[in-house]
């Protein structure tokens, strides 16, 4: 499903470069849940660029559902990002836009049409649990509503795989334990789920693959692994 | 195609409705570089019709001699009407000329009593020419100087005209220029604050804009509907600067009559408020879409 070969990432500015990622391996299989720890700055955001093709790697392979980042043009980035969904901690919806647009938006996007918007944005705001807040715009909604319309929006395309930055890291515990809940049940109807956090908690209970970094290095790659930083 | 279509037009309706106040403003910005647009037209019109009307005034004239036969006359007549520089030839006999200068003067005794003490009448026939440009006046007074029967001539106005023809023609040249130049300048001026304006108003949108490329969206749909908002802040903009114009100019007319006689604006603007109205909204929509598309290139990189 997501290939990581020897991966290296390095950011140059003027003359200082920083490595973000060091030669990085690891494969990710169908219907993994599959978590990422480490610090800030230890290499996760740069695994999920380099996921969804914000960025190339500077040296090395990613392939990502049989599609070669490296070689990836411009014009196929969009059909790229519609097998993958992504949410974040900062929940990035549209703010012009109803619950119910901002997950029609995905599908327009795609090209999809609109007999299959009427049937599936319902559906999806249903299973997150936001039926009555169909016609609701961001700014009245919680901060667990927003990142809810934001999975139904990551999951209407049905995608491969579902990343997940830091997506409980503005959220009170509580809200947190739903997001994750959800997530694991998207994870149980067949999408890999691949999840960065801080949160110890969080990882411990899940109780399931953990892959750790540190300095851009990966440090540990568990099976049922735990949250744990030297 | 069509379902892509129709969504990229329902979202560039839905922006400009939903940021109302950012619309309304980039089109009240689009209304002045409009009417400065329309100002520069009518500059251009007013300036050109002042120095035609101008131009209009200044023939030169050729006199003959009191014995020259007017079959002598009708040839140059004939010789110059074959010239390429020159439009008009008007012949005045002797006769005719007197005709009009009595009827000039019958209110003056002196005058009357004065030609009628005369047996012989002491005007010159002519010949007054008309050229296409002002310039090839000297061409002509060069010609006649150099004809053949130039024995027949008495005298050329042209050297008493010339110090004017030549002072017009460089005021003629001047004025072009100027406008030439303030056309240009204003124009870029009035594009650039346009475009400045649709910039910003794309900048408030940055986020939404990556965000729309995570989701999936393609450049041209994202695209679409920041040109769709342009071609209706040309559409409004241009019906408005047009209907602003009507009174400015119903009001000015009459002043500008004062200076230029021949001019009726007012009326050049309705027999041309069609094309007006049209180009005012095809500049503003080409405004519009150019902006629009350019300011975005540099959020869609992402």
Known sequence: MITF?????????????????????????????VSLVGKSGAGKSTIIKLIIGEEKP????????SHDINKLK?????????????????????????????????????????????????????????????SH??????????????????????????????????????????IIKLLLKINELGTVVILATHDKNIVDNLNKRVISFEDGKIIRDEQKGKYILT | MFTALSRVIKYGLFNFWRSGWLSAATIIIMIVTLIVFEGLIFFNVLTKQALESLKDKIDISVYFNQESSEDGILKIKKSLEDLSEVKKVEYLSKEKALEIFKEKHKED????????????????????????????????????????SKNLINKISYAQNSTIIDR??????????????LTILFSFIAVLITFNTIRLAIYSNREEIGIMRLVGASNSFIRGPYVVEGIIYGIIAGIFSFIILIPAIYYGSP????????????????SNSMNILSYQIIFGVALGIASSSIAIRKYLRV
């Open chain 1, 137 to 178: 715009f961001p700014s009245e909604l919680s901060g667990g509503e927003k990142q809810r319309v934001a999975i139904a929006r990551a999951m209407i395309n049905h995608p491969d795989v579902l990343i997940a930055d830091e997506p409980t890291g503005n959220l009170d515990p509580f809200n947190s334990a739903e």
């Open chain 2, 168 to 181: 017009l023609n460089r005021i003629m040249g001047t004025m072009n220029k100027i406008g030439t130049f």
């Open chain 2, 255 to 270: 002043y500008i009559k004062i200076f230029i006689p021949e001019m009726n604006i007012w009326s050049y603007l309705i």
């Open chain 1, 74 to 134: 411009m014009n196929q980035l969009p059909h790229l990002r519609r097998h993958i969904g992504v949410i974040f901690q900062d929940f990035r919806l549209l703010n012009n836009k109803t619950a119910f647009e901002n997950v029609a938006f995905a599908l327009e996007a795609a090209g999809r049409p609109q007999v299959e918007i009427e049937e599936y944005v319902p559906q999806a705001l249903e299973m997150v649990g936001l039926k009555d807040k169909v």
């Open chain 1, 58 to 65: 500077t040296k090395g392979k990613v392939i990502v559902s």
């Open chain 2, 109 to 148: 005794q002196t005058i009357s009593e004065a030609l009628r003490e005369l047996d012989v009448n002491p005007l010159l026939a002519s010949l007054n020419i008309k050229a296409y440009d002002t310039k090839d006046y000297g061409i002509i007074n060069t010609y006649l100087n150099n004809n053949s």
């Open chain 1, 5 to 33: 070969q020897n991966v290296s990432k390095v950011y140059k500015m003027n003359e200082h470069s920083s490595v973000a990622l060091d030669d990085a391996s690891f494969n990710i299989e169908a219907k993994e849940f």
